[in-house]
């Protein structure tokens, strides 16, 4: 029987490989305070990176997984909340994170460990955050938060120093919604890259071809691609006559990302491709954003949920046994 060659997809961007480049900056320290828009003053303890936390305030309930939520960049303009109390209590692993940098732009939580205990940590999540410049609030009621948030909606909110709440409250004032901005831009490959160039089965027959438009891309989900396609990993304002007539891909994929899929930005670069790809009769596939993006491609509108699902808990129906499993 042929041996075929299953090519591994290039190192991706790991955002704890800045473990590797020496201690991490100065930890801020002190009383600290978060406000939100709609009024609400939450008082806690700063740690990670000194400065200013500002954005969307939401939360996510995974137990786990706190180093692949704070690297996704699907929570890029965002505030992250953990729901679970204690984060980070086996620390900062190599190749477990799903982008080269941390994405959120503050992270809140009740207790950050700084003693993680696992055999394979490389860092805290103190340390993971002052490496890339993140500034985050502990010793806060994020049961409050949380059903502050659960209640109401989503908010605009900043955190800080206690002792510059003047300056909080006017940074507050002048914060506009992450929505605006152009966040695709920001999380996206600016350059088509071959993953695994020539990958075959295991009987040595070429892998079908996919080009992956990213948004967003989290690592985890090129790396399973990889096992099944040879993959194309595409910014989102590739157009389909390139990706059919110069790399004659036989799939499409839109992956996950931040913010507004109706925005006018690279977003809307992605519908488009979606739409053409889907007019032309190629299969066609969309994660999170990437799924918004093929609706609106196809003619329906979208909406944003009042708070939103983050987490690892989600439900997925098994179409062949008939069963949920979360």
């Known amino acids: 029987m042929m041996s075929g060659r299953k090519s591994e997809p290039p190192r991706l961007p790991d955002a704890a490989d800045v473990f590797a480049r020496g201690e991490a900056p100065p930890r801020a320290s002190g009383p600290g305070l978060l406000l939100t828009a709609d009024g609400q003053r939450y008082r806690g303890l700063l740690f990670g ?35 679970y109390p204690l984060i980070g209590n086996y620390g900062v692993h190599a190749n477990r994170s799903e982008s080269g940098r941390v994405w959120p732009r503050g992270v809140v939580v009740r207790h950050a460990m700084e003693e993680p205990d696992h055999r394979d940590s490389i ?9 890339h410049g993140v500034p985050g609030i502990e010793a806060i009621d994020t049961r409050a938060i949380t059903r502050h948030v659960r209640e109401l909606g989503t908010v605009l909110c900043v955190f800080g120093p206690e002792s510059e709440e003047v300056a909080l409250q006017a940074r507050l ?8 901005d152009d966040l695709v831009a920001e999380v996206s490959v ?14 040595g ?27 194309l990993w595409c910014p989102p304002e590739t157009s389909l006559d390139d990706l059919l007539s110069t790399h004659k891909i036989d799939a499409l994929f839109c992956s ?71």
């Open 173 to 180: 004032a002048d914060l506009t919604s992450p929505e605006l």
């Open 256 to 326: 996950n990302g931040p913010g507004d899929p109706a925005h006018p930005g690279r977003a809307s670069d992605a519908r488009r491709t979606l739409a053409a790809a889907v007019q032309h009769g190629l299969p066609v596939m969309g994660i999170c954003l990437g799924h918004q993006l093929m609706g609106l491609a196809s003619g329906l509108r979208t909406y944003k949920m009042r708070y939103g699902h983050r987490g690892a808990n989600q439900p997925v129906l098994d179409l062949v046994e008939r069963r949920v499993w979360i």
């Open 190 to 203: 600016r350059d088509i890259v071959a993953l695994n160039p020539g990958a075959t089965d295991d009987l």
């Open 205 to 231: 027959r070429p892998l079908p071809r996919l080009a992956a438009l990213d948004c967003g891309v989290k690592n985890n989900i090129l790396r399973h691609l990889c096992l099944h396609f040879e993959v």
């Open 123 to 131: 860092g805290t999540v103190d340390e993971l955050l002052r490496h």
């Open 49 to 83: 990176a000194k400065g200013i936390g500002e954005g969307e305030l939401v939360f996510t309930t995974g137990m786990m997984g706190f180093q692949e939520s704070l690297t996704d960049p699907s929570f890029a303009g965002q505030v992250l909340t953990f729901t």
